[in-house]
Each structure stands twice: as structure tokens, then as C-alpha cells.
């Protein structure tokens, strides 16, 4: 399995609500990450867990708040968002943090609409 | 300040024909560069990845060039297809105890029309 799965495919929620994007990878990789991306715009790294622990936040919202409860799953739970948090949201995985040449892989996102 | 640029912004050629897309970086020190190819909607899909001893990698009808001396790369796309219509996006990692930290080029978007 080389895959990055990510589900669902296309979330359309109210501000008020409370989901959660999924991200799955069975090729061994100890790197995940969440990605932002707008259209047109190149992604933008929103979190990085490295062995389950989250290593990097780069200053995202808290109503964005992540979880890796193993080695091969990572979510992203969204609670009260904006309708500007409307985005294709793509997670990756990698290999580890150091191993940079080997296996950087992004899921196919998930595109949310906040409505 | 690590940078990746990207030309064109865009282009649109007929199918069939042959394109080269640009990628100057500053990023240093240097690990590798990454070409993906990004449908609308979709996530990157990796076409070639080289550290900086390697000056070229086919990967079917694209081969992906670097010199890492100038710091400049292209992608160059054989025989155009339909489906060659989208994103692609130079991808400089940068050999750091960051570890993984990719800068981004802001993608050349592709349109091949019959």
C-alpha cells in the first residue's frame, strides 16, 4: 500500500458544527501533516506530527485542533469555523522527519465548504 | 529567505505539442527538488524527485532537469495530452535539523486544449 487515504472526499458544514477529516497510511511512515490549500495558491503546512507527537504548529486557529492516535492515523477536528476556512485540506506522510528523499506522499484532500 | 518561483503562472498549448515549465529556487542549503502534478481538487501526485548530483529524470513523457549550481530546474512535458491539463508545482526541500520543511512554488498551471 503506497496510498495516503483521506476521507471524507467533500465535507459541507455550518459554523457551528463539529467534524472531523480523517487521514490514513500503511506504508510505515513515522512524518504526518496537514496541509491548507486555497485555489491557486500552493498548500500551506498547517501541523507536523513526527512518532505520534506533534512537532510543529504553525500558528494555526484553535477551533482547527489535531490528533494521531497511532503511527498510521491522523485526524483534524474543526469546530466553529469561518466561512474563510472553506479549503481543499491535504494531509501527507512521510518517512520520518530526517529521511527528506524518501516517501513524501500527499492524500487526494478533503474539499470543505463552511457554510 | 528560502524561495521557490515558478514560470509561467500559466499556459495553455495545443495537444500534441511539447512545453518546458521553469522552477528558480534559493533554498540552502539543499536536499532535493520534487515536480507534482496537482489536478483541480485533487492532491500532488509526485512525477520526479532529485537530489542535487542528479541532472536529469524521465518519468515517462516528463523529464525534470536540475542545476543545482544556478539553482534552477524545468519540467519538460513530451507530446501533450488532454490530461496533462493541470497544476505542477516545483517542490525544494532544504537540508536543515528542520527536517521536511518543503517550500512550495506557487505552480505553473497548465492548459492543453485539442
Known amino acids: 500500500d503506497t496510498e495516503v487515504t483521506q476521507t471524507p472526499k467533500h465535507l459541507v458544514m455550518g459554523m457551528t458544527n463539529k467534524k472531523s477529516l480523517k487521514c490514513e497510511q500503511h506504508m510505515g511512515h513515522r512524518a504526518m501533516y496537514w496541509y491548507k490549500q486555497k485555489a491557486k495558491k500552493p498548500p500551506e503546512l498547517m501541523f507536523v506530527y513526527s512518532y505520534e507527537k506533534l512537532s510543529i504548529n504553525e500558528s494555526v486557529p484553535s477551533r482547527f485542533s489535531p490528533e494521531c492516535p497511532n503511527s498510521s492515523l491522523l485526524n483534524l477536528h474543526l469546530h466553529a469555523l469561518q466561512p474563510e476556512d472553506s479549503a481543499l485540506y491535504l494531509c501527507a506522510s512521510s518517512q520520518d522527519r530526517v529521511g527528506q528523499y524518501y516517501g513524501y506522499t500527499f492524500g487526494s484532500g478533503t474539499r470543505l465548504t463552511v457554510v | 529567505k528560502n524561495q521557490v518561483e515558478q514560470s509561467p503562472q500559466s499556459l495553455i498549448i495545443l495537444e500534441g505539442k511539447n512545453c518546458t515549465l521553469q522552477?528558480?529556487?534559493?533554498?540552502?542549503?539543499?536536499?532535493?527538488l520534487r515536480w507534482y502534478k496537482q489536478d483541480t481538487g485533487r492532491g500532488p501526485v509526485s512525477l520526479t524527485i532529485?537530489?542535487?548530483?542528479?541532472n536529469t529524470k524521465s518519468n515517462g513523457r516528463y523529464t525534470a532537469t536540475l542545476d543545482a549550481d544556478t539553482k534552477q530546474s524545468s519540467l519538460h512535458i513530451t507530446a501533450s495530452q488532454l490530461s496533462d491539463s493541470a497544476s505542477y508545482i516545483c517542490?525544494?526541500?532544504?537540508?536543515?535539523?528542520?527536517?521536511?520543511?518543503?517550500?512550495f512554488g506557487g505552480g505553473t498551471r497548465l492548459m492543453v486544449k485539442p
Open positions: 532529485m537530489t542535487f548530483s542528479e
Open positions: 522552477c528558480n529556487y534559493t533554498v540552502s542549503p539543499f536536499s532535493n
Open positions: 517542490v525544494v526541500t532544504p537540508n536543515n535539523n528542520a527536517g521536511n520543511m518543503l517550500t
